[in-house]
């Protein structure tokens, strides 16, 4: 009789605890004595999927209006100082997040500055017509001021006929967001930024009866609004390969193909985390191997996942070595998927993904900032407690699977092609 | 609103740095000195090894970086792949670092991997081989990089701002070209790192959770070599020859946007005003609400950002502001800084200005301590340009009490109108 001990994939825990207040929010508090600091981060189940077609990059405009002050505290950034904290927001496709860290002795302020901007923002026409200059420089900034700038631009068109994935989070277009106004401002406040509509998680050095004394002092009163529901329409199976060819002025050519897969929840992105992993996660995957090292085609050769809630894509980006056809640089890419859909990777392959995924999943921990958005995102997604469960998801998956993911994803049909190539060839 | 109509304002403490000094080295039984950094609460470690090899120490542009890079491309008893190979199989990450001054590697190792993976660092840094092949695709990948960049508005114009600044023959001024690249060989490289590679001219720092765990497998990989006592050696000089200031244009064709960067001779870290220098660049450009920021961002909208920055090398300094702007408004952007540093030269700042930057630079010190991987990047900086371990807390004291009058001393004396390098970098 054997008795199985696993030793190596010993699993860390993040301990947390969770309460729904009156007014709908979600409050989740992870104790970390390991620092002088806490994070407050808010987010809000609310991102660029959830725009109007022909008003994209809204969401994120609305984060940058969130900075912009309200009756009782003009300028947000002042008491955040003032409290020796630092803090900022993101938004991508899925939702738009907002994080304060700052002494822990401070908490009480962080709790007050994000109760009040959830109610009492000031959307006053010169703040918004400001922010839409300032994201207006934003997207050259980051997207036309930037050789290969535009790539995931003109991938998310091509990849996405139907569902809102389609358009980036800056927006489709630099003239949707001179479109916005007062009034859509408004309405997209009211709608989303409700307590029931957002998920607050704490991480530091606190005590969570006191974090949710305050949560109840700060949010618990607040009219919990209308949870916005969601109906989005999903994307068509892809039934044939689509190709796009531009001409930029870089030195050199580039490819980007990307397939269709699962949402964040399914086997899918687990199995397909670890396969991209073992293709281009590192300077000894295949990828760096074969196609840069060994073939020689690309100068830089990766794969990954666009990570987001609902089915997403696997992207492969490559740059292209001097003088490679760009067809035969696809081609070798092809060969390394078909191997994939034929055979199991070697338990060497499996064990070093493994190991990284571990190290990288400690190294996550040791930020209380990183573990305060964590916890919120799986929350969003269904269950705090889903970060507690990733490891096993991970742990679990088997070259078996990984050859019949290969065979279901790396197909011709499920491909989009971009050949992004030098303006003077 | 009604949680804002009931409760009060929560009542501020003023934020204090806490503990800002770092440890006595502990010597390995060659000499090395090993800094040990603790208090993690995940099982890993992070051991950085640091060399003086940074571009100061360079005879021919470009071999600290790629005498660095080469380091994992081959040793006498592996190839590339298998190198690679063997440290990503450890998980750990393995992370190249060339800078002005110092050069080294930095690995973050599960702990129970650290044997393995010391094994590995000691090999690839003091046996590469710079095998020919290896070299050539890494030039290849570092060229059409390079190429890259050069269409980047932001990196022509910081080039022409450290040319401008500290002369094209300074290893900080020198300007790349795609043949330096090309005119590098292997040999010059094992020149570079036989001279500067040596266990007497390093140190290390282990940060994580008990930290000390490392010394023993130090010992075991790093002690047997060399017997010299470590003593660190004076840096050369880095030939400092400044071009006139002034005004500069560098075309990017086909640009959206252009960079604007204006800048001034520094100051060394050392230098009496170095700190009271820092506060003032935090005024100016160092925070969301600061100066440039409020004007250029919030009230003109130009810029999706612009930071100024006061910074040193060995033996000399640089102030610096930097932004990407839209081409139509790079010259009226020029003018408003122009203006917001003139009315720092001529107005105290207020004491409610004062005080939000003299807390948020103590959140920020308090930051920068923030856990054992922090630390360890803090203390590096100490070390490096022997500022003492007491520095921070000097740091903390200055913030504490720098005066709205002394601020403005400090913009009369080094943000001069007559000695700003201005460039912008962008389209016709």
Known sequence: MFILVSLTYFAFMIGFERQMLASGLRVIVHRDVGTPMVTTNILYDAGARDEDPEATGFAHLFEHLMFEGTREVPL????????????????????????????????????????DRMRGLDLAGERLDNQKSVVTEEFRQRYLNQPYGDLLLL????????????????????????????????????????????????????????????????????????????????????????????????????????????????????????????????????FQSILVRQKELFSDADIYLSGEADPGLVI????????????????????????????????????????????????????????????????VLGDADGINRENEQYMSVTEDEMVSVSQRTFRPENTSVIYYLPENR | MSAQKINKVPEIITPSPGDTTFPEAIHLGNGIPVYLIGNGTVDLL????????????????LEASTANAMLTEGTATHDATAINDLIDSTGAALTHAAEKDTAGLVTVTLTRKLDEV???????????????????????????????????????????????????????????????????????LRRFHGKHYRPDNMY???????????????????????????????????GIDPSEP???????????????????????????DYLELQVATMILGGYFGSRLMRRIREEKGYTYGIHAVAGAFHGTGYITIMTDVANAYRDETLGEIRNEIDKLRNEEVSDDEMTLVRNHLMGEIARMFDGPFAVADAIRGMIDYDTGSVYYTRFAETVRTVTPRRIREVFNTWFNPGEAYEIIAGGR
Request: hydrophobic residues 40%; neutral net charge; proline residues 6%.
């Open chain 1, 76 to 115: 947000f950034d002042v008491p955040v100082m003032m409290a020796g904290g630092e803090n900022n927001a993101f938004t991508n496709n899925d939702l738009t997040n907002y994080y304060i860290t700052l002494p822990a002795n401070n908490i009480e302020t962080a709790f007050w500055l994000e109760s």
């Open chain 1, 155 to 286: 991938l998310r068109p091509l990849a996405y006929r139907v569902h809102p994935y389609r358009w980036p989070a800056i927006g489709m277009d630099i003239s949707h967001i001179e479109k916005a106004n007062s009034v859509s401002a408004r309405r997209f406040y009211d709608r989303f930024y409700t307590p029931s509509n957002a998920i607050l998680s704490v991480a530091g050095n606190v005590d969570p009866d006191r974090v949710f004394r305050l949560a109840e002092k700060w949010f618990g009163t607040m009219a919990p609004g209308e949870r916005p529901e969601r109906k989005l329409p999903p994307e068509p199976e892809q039934s044939e390969r689509r190709e796009l060819t531009v001409h930029r002025t870089v030195p050199a050519a580039h490819l980007v193909m990307a397939f269709h897969m699962g949402d964040r929840l399914s086997r899918d992105f687990y199995i397909l985390d670890l396969l991209t992993d073992i293709l281009a996660g590192c300077d000894s995957a295949r």
């Open chain 1, 316 to 379: 492969f980006s490559g740059r292209l070595s001097n003088g490679t056809d760009i067809r035969k640089a696809e081609e070798a890419v092809i060969t390394e998927f078909d191997r994939l859909a034929r055979e199991h990777v070697t338990p060497a392959e499996l064990d070093k993904a493994r190991n990284r995924y571990e190290s990288h999943r400690l190294m996550s921990y040791m930020s209380a900032s990183n573990k305060a958005f964590s916890l919120a995102y799986h929350e």
């Open chain 2, 46 to 61: 992070r051991v950085e090894f640091v060399f003086p090899a940074g571009q100061v120490m360079e005879e021919r542009h």
């Open chain 2, 118 to 188: 010391m094994a590995l660092a000691q090999e690839v840094m003091f046996s590469p081989s710079f095998p020919d092949n290896e070299f050539r695709m890494l030039t290849d990948r570092r060229v059409q990089a390079f190429l890259t960049n050069r269409q980047k508005t932001s990196v022509v114009a910081r080039e022409a701002f450290y040319e401008a600044l500290c002369g094209a023959t300074s290893p900080y001024g020198r300007i790349t070209r795609e043949e330096d690249y090309r005119s590098l060989s292997t040999d010059d």
């Open chain 2, 204 to 238: 290390i720092t282990v940060a994580g959770r008990e930290p000390w765990q490392a010394l023993s497998v130090l010992e075991k990989y790093f002690s047997a070599a060399g017997t010299g006592r470590w003593q660190k050696a004076p840096l050369p000089d880095p």
């Open chain 2, 246 to 272: 002034g005004f500069m244009f560098r075309e990017v064709p086909n640009s959206v946007q252009s960079t604007v960067r204006m800048g001034w001779r520094g100051i060394t870290r050392n230098h009496p």
